[in-house]
């Protein structure tokens, strides 16, 4: 075996390894498309003045809506099944995040404090992407840091209109990283073998 052959040997190696903790089905199309998504909440609260929690709620759910099919594509095309155990990872880590978010939901409705709900999305967002970073490629926790520091500011700023805040957050950071993403070029493989290098 040559020095190169070996090189390339521990680089797949080293790749099995890393593929066995993290996931690498992310499409950036998701991340486009749940931009696009909030951008339509937002011009709906802005311009029809729909009820607040439908809208959001809508918009959530038509978002991860298309985040379980441009990633069942992509397990797809790289001849992976949807449901491995490295998605389930990802799964759970952001489970908490989300309960949390719904609890937190429920309770400022309640009380009457709905000016506080974005500043609580993106808080626990930015909280959950964090959480799914240790199983996912490095541009989840930036994109988590991001959502966590716009959280705060929007807390410290104080309330602002919803379809402003929430269309520049929800919808503009995530279509600047779905483009990022979709942009970036595609790992290649080891020669012979199928595995992504």
Known sequence: MTGREAEQTLSVIRTL???????????GHAGIAAGLLALAGSALRAFFGTPFLPTWLGVLA???AATFLFTARMARQ????LWTRQSR????????????????????????????????????WGVGALAMSFFTPRVISMLGLTFMAVGVATFLIGPMPDALCMG????????????????????????????EL
């Open 168 to 195: 520049l957050t929800f919808g503009v950071i995530h279509l600047g990283y779905g483009i990022a993403l979709t942009l970036a070029p595609q790992p290649g493989y080891a020669p012979g073998t199928g595995v």
């Open 17 to 27: 390894m890393e593929r066995s903790t993290t996931y690498t089905n992310l499409s």
């Open 62 to 64: 038509a978002a991860l």
């Open 89 to 124: 990872t990802v799964f759970l880590s952001l489970m908490p995040a989300l309960a949390a978010t719904l609890v937190l939901t429920a309770v400022l409705t309640r009380i009457g404090q709905s000016a506080l709900l974005p500043g609580v999305w993106m808080l626990m």
């Open 78 to 81: 790289n001849g992976e099944p």
